[in-house]
């Protein structure tokens, strides 16, 4: 596969990466009733609490800067990839445990989300990051 279609690749990944986790993100505001019970606010199968959707919502949102500059890429791509990580090795340990009251309340669907992400980010940003460096030595080439 040549450069230019590897880079052409990058950004309808990194759109559907921002488009999933915004849209699970704002929706989840709707999702936030005071009246009920830790655990129960959930949008389709997965979790919706205010915590969960501002870190959903801001990292949609630098997805979408990243697409529309794509210089930018990598550097999301790495962000979300450590940024999810960290998400999935929490809601592994808040989900193996069952304690009312927990802020984040997170499922499995959660879980395999954050965990499917952050596996997409990385081979993202891998690619993201050998597109630039191949850019760069050409451009040191043509020179």
Same mark, same amino acid.
């Given at each position: 596969m040549n450069l230019r279609a590897t880079g052409f690749l990058l950004r309808p990944a990194v $759109? /559907? #990466? +921002? $488009? /999933?986790?915004l849209l699970l993100g704002v929706l989840g505001f709707f999702f936030l009733p005071? +009246? *009920?019970q830790a655990g129960a606010n959930t949008l389709w199968i997965f &979790?919706?609490? %205010?915590m969960l959707d501002v870190i959903r919502t801001v990292l949609g /949102? @630098? %997805? $979408? /800067?990243a697409v529309f500059k794509p210089s930018a890429i990598p550097a999301y791509c790495w962000l979300a990839f450590v940024a999810f990580a960290g998400l999935t090795a929490f809601g592994v340990l808040s989900a193996g445990t069952d304690t009312s009251g927990d802020a984040v *309340?997170? &499922?499995?669907a959660d *879980?395999? @989300?954050?965990g499917l992400t952050s596996l997409a980010a990385l081979v #993202? %940003? #891998?690619a993201a990051t050998r597109v630039s460096q191949r850019k760069q030595s050409k451009a040191r080439e043509n020179v």
């Amino acid at each position: 596969m040549n450069l230019r279609a590897t880079g052409f690749l990058l950004r309808p990944a990194v $759109l /559907v #990466i +921002a $488009l /999933v986790h915004l849209l699970l993100g704002v929706l989840g505001f709707f999702f936030l009733p005071e +009246a *009920n019970q830790a655990g129960a606010n959930t949008l389709w199968i997965f &979790s919706a609490t %205010g915590m969960l959707d501002v870190i959903r919502t801001v990292l949609g /949102v @630098l %997805g $979408l /800067v990243a697409v529309f500059k794509p210089s930018a890429i990598p550097a999301y791509c790495w962000l979300a990839f450590v940024a999810f990580a960290g998400l999935t090795a929490f809601g592994v340990l808040s989900a193996g445990t069952d304690t009312s009251g927990d802020a984040v *309340n997170f &499922s499995w669907a959660d *879980n395999t @989300l954050h965990g499917l992400t952050s596996l997409a980010a990385l081979v #993202i %940003g #891998i690619a993201a990051t050998r597109v630039s460096q191949r850019k760069q030595s050409k451009a040191r080439e043509n020179v």
